[in-house]
């Protein structure tokens, strides 16, 4: 079977890609032939070498594409600052890569876990991309353009790169962040989901199981796909770490996966104890502040306190409700 991936990066995001492909390396199957795409800016040759040599895990094809970033010189910059203008290349993928006709994008903050192959292989013949919803979008209201019947996360896209060659996908992605500019928000992520709404398959949910939702545990309790939330992190196929904690600087849920392969890149480190100090205390004040909100969650069909303009309203076991009224609501 031939896999094809494809990251896209600059010399910034070395170390994490490489810990990206060790996973995918060291769990892909045997018989499995991988040819890898990295869509680059400015990286350099040593670290060019440091990626080629994880072909130690297992021999596969590793190919660098030179992408001209000033393409993108008019594109907005992302909010976030640990997002770049790298996300937009893949925007190119279709017409850099004209003789594959599918191909698995992955941002380069995940570990790849076992089942990659069956990921692969997901039909998605009439549609322009496979994907999992992006499951913080169900409570986001900062994006002014909300109208998506499903918003999905384009961290990891399985592309049918002949429709787009077709459809011209990568002009009507351009167009879409030239017109909308900033109001997309998530930029690229957003212009995808406009440009390839009602063409997209939905995935599994462990095929992109976003660690931010587990930094967030009162909207993992209070979710509309919690069932399935739980059940996707217990059986992870792709673990995404989303959000501004990364597993290599800070604390956060599932980060022994990312621990575990980083030690197979010329990137493993022995951290020492004041690190391992830091991120014990993040860890600690996750869990306080976690059980705060499983207190507050379990208390929720006992005891409801709803702020009003003059005074708080109290119900109990929804039916009695109290009023108790603000210090200066008389004055």
């Known amino acids: 079977m031939d896999i094809n991936i494809c990251f896209t990066t600059d010399n910034n995001y ?11 390396l060291k769990n892909i199957k045997n018989e499995t032939s991988l040819h890898i795409f990295i869509l680059e800016h400015d990286v350099s040759d040593e670290n060019k ?8 895990i297992k021999d596969c094809e590793i190919s660098f594409v030179k992408i001209n970033i000033s393409v993108f010189d ?17 925007f190119l993928v279709a ?15 995940i570990i790849v876990l076992p089942g990659i192959e069956e990921l692969f292989m997901q039909d998605i013949t009439d549609f322009y991309i496979g994907a999992v ?14 109208s998506f019947d499903t918003y999905i996360n384009s961290g990891v896209l399985l592309i049918n790169l002949k429709k787009w060659r077709q459809e011209n996908i990568s002009q009507k992605l351009f167009e879409a962040v030239e017109k909308y500019g900033s109001e997309l928000y998530y930029l690229d992520q957003t212009a995808i989901n406009l ?50 904690k990364k597993p290599w600087n800070s604390y956060c849920p599932l980060r022994k996966y990312y621990l575990k392969y980083e030690k197979l890149t010329p990137f493993a480190t022995d951290y020492d104890f004041k690190y391992k100090l830091k991120i014990f205390m993040q860890f600690i004040f996750l ?45």
């Open 14 to 24: 070395i170390r994490p890609l490489c810990s990206t492909m060790a996973s995918i």
């Open 287 to 331: 869990l306080l502040k976690d059980f705060y909100f499983i207190l507050r969650f379990l208390l929720s069909p006992i005891i409801k306190i709803s702020q009003k303009q003059s005074y708080f309203e109290i119900t109990l076991f929804f039916h009695f409700k109290f009023k108790l009224f603000k210090q200066n609501s008389f004055s």
């Open 95 to 109: 017409d850099l890569l004209k003789n594959v006709d599918k191909i698995l994008y992955l941002d380069c903050d």
């Open 74 to 90: 008019n594109f907005p910059d992302f909010q976030n600052n640990y997002i770049t203008k790298t996300a937009y290349f893949r």
């Open 195 to 244: 440009v390839c709404k009602g063409k997209i398959k939905l995935l599994e949910l462990h095929y992109n199981v976003q660690v931010f939702i587990l930094l967030q545990i009162c909207v993992l309790l209070n979710h509309p796909l919690r069932k399935r939330l739980i059940q996707s992190i217990k059986k992870p196929k792709i673990i995404h770490y989303t959000g501004k």
């Open 133 to 146: 919803e992006d499951v913080a979008f169900y409570f986001d209201i900062l994006c002014p353009i909300r």
């Open 49 to 56: 070498n440091k990626i080629l040599s994880l072909k130690d």
